[in-house]
């Protein structure tokens, strides 16, 4: 048991002391990039479904 108490002791210890933590500019700056990459890859594949759907119509015939 004496362990486990001591595992959360230093766990404390590490996370308030030892890690950087970011700053409020970074936070928004890397929240603003995964929203783009984001935007982009939904974009991407869109377009790629879009494609395929209209390659499959014009070999198929039909129409969804």
Do not use: C, H, R
């Not at 700056?29 to 990459?37: C, G």
Request: proline residues 2%; aromatic residues 10%.
């Amino acid at each position: 048991m004496a362990k486990v108490l001591d595992f959360f002791k230093d766990s404390y210890v590490e996370i308030t002391e030892k890690v950087t933590w970011p700053t409020w500019g970074q936070l928004q700056n890397s929240a603003v990039i995964v929203l783009v990459a984001s935007v982009i890859i939904a974009l991407l594949v869109f377009v790629m479904d879009k494609a395929s759907s209209n390659v499959l119509e014009l070999l198929y015939g039909i129409a969804s």
